[in-house]
């Protein structure tokens, strides 16, 4: 569905070129859910752009959809759906009209944009909203009727720049239980940035992290916990002496990546915590070590991008983004 070589875009700011995006390979196959994540200023957003046609590379080759994002990128708009961070709708426009319109400039006759506004208002829970202004709707409603915007021409890919940033919780859940319901249901390919970790963890089923413009990373979000992150196994003992102990039995574990000891506290890093725990206890037990406490914990993928980049994602979000590279992402 996606092919690109060495994609790369860059600007330039106070006179210096500032390179956004640099030599993105990428190779996604249809019906996948796939994740962008990383920092703002990262490249996202500009990725997002140039695989939309929205931008043009400054170097490289992209295929979306079977079709050149260069040489023939009305096509490539007929195949695609795009949601941005901003509202598609206007706000002093009724909801079902700009769906009909939204139809029409993809070329569809009045009746079949008709039709799909008729069935897309009531799979995204917006039934009854027809005749309503959209400037009058809630945040969560807009952005669902920016997905039926998306939607309406019923293309083979979706792409989504943080479609539920500046929700609520309950709102982000709704969003996504109908994006990935029309997925299951039509098998669109839907490619996705967040700054909302717990949403690529849950419904991605692949992660590519992005930093500086480059491809850091690329795999499941499992496969990405176990092999950069770990699960962490913390252990409470009696006193320093045990601790040093139980700290050198772990080391001899196989699998174990890290271990440091604390006063009486050990802490051990391994891609398999659910069955080192045990052996480690029994371990300690048998030379006379007993652990008064026992923790699991499971890595998150700001885990990963902390292992990966030396920072956690929350922290690089926060952060002030470089000089204007018109990403926003």
Known sequence: MIHTRGLTRSFRA???????????????????????????????????????????????????AGHDVLTAPSRVRDRIGYLGQGNSAGSNFRVGDELITQGRAYGLSRAKSRA????????LELEGLAKR??????????????????????????FLDEP????????????????????????????????????????????????HGRVIA??????????????????????GADAQRAGELARALPTVHDV?????EVRVRTPHGDT?????????????????????????????FLSLTGRTLRESADATAPTATHDGG
């Open 14 to 64: 106070k006179g210096e070129t500032v390179a956004a995006v640099r030599g993105l390979d990428l190779d996604i196959e249809a019906g996948s859910v796939v994740a962008f994540l990383g920092p703002n200023g990262a490249g996202k957003t500009t990725s997002l752009r140039m695989l939309t046609t929205l931008l043009p590379p400054t170097s490289g080759t992209a295929v979306v």
């Open 116 to 123: 799909r506004a008729e069935q897309l208002l009531p799979a």
């Open 218 to 239: 690329d795999d499941s979000p499992e496969n990405l916990k176990a092999d950069l992150a770990g699960d962490r196994i913390t252990l409470g003992t009696t006193d």
């Open 260 to 264: 440091s000891v604390d006063d009486r």
């Open 133 to 158: 202004t959209v400037g009058t709707l809630s945040g969560g409603q807009r952005r669902r009727l920016d997905i039926a915007m998306a939607l309406v021409h019923e293309p083979e890919l979706l």
């Open 276 to 304: 080192q725990l045990p052996v480690l206890l029994r371990n300690l037990e048998a030379v006379g070590v007993r652990a008064v406490t026992a923790r699991l914990t499971r890595p998150t993928l700001d885990d990963v």
């Open 164 to 211: 539920t940033t500046g929700l609520d919780p309950h709102s982000r859940a709704n969003i996504w239980e109908h994006v990935l319901r029309l997925h299951k249901e039509s098998g669109t390919t839907i490619v996705f940035t967040t700054h909302y970790l717990e949403e690529a963890d849950l419904w991605a089923r692949r992660v590519m992290v992005v930093d």
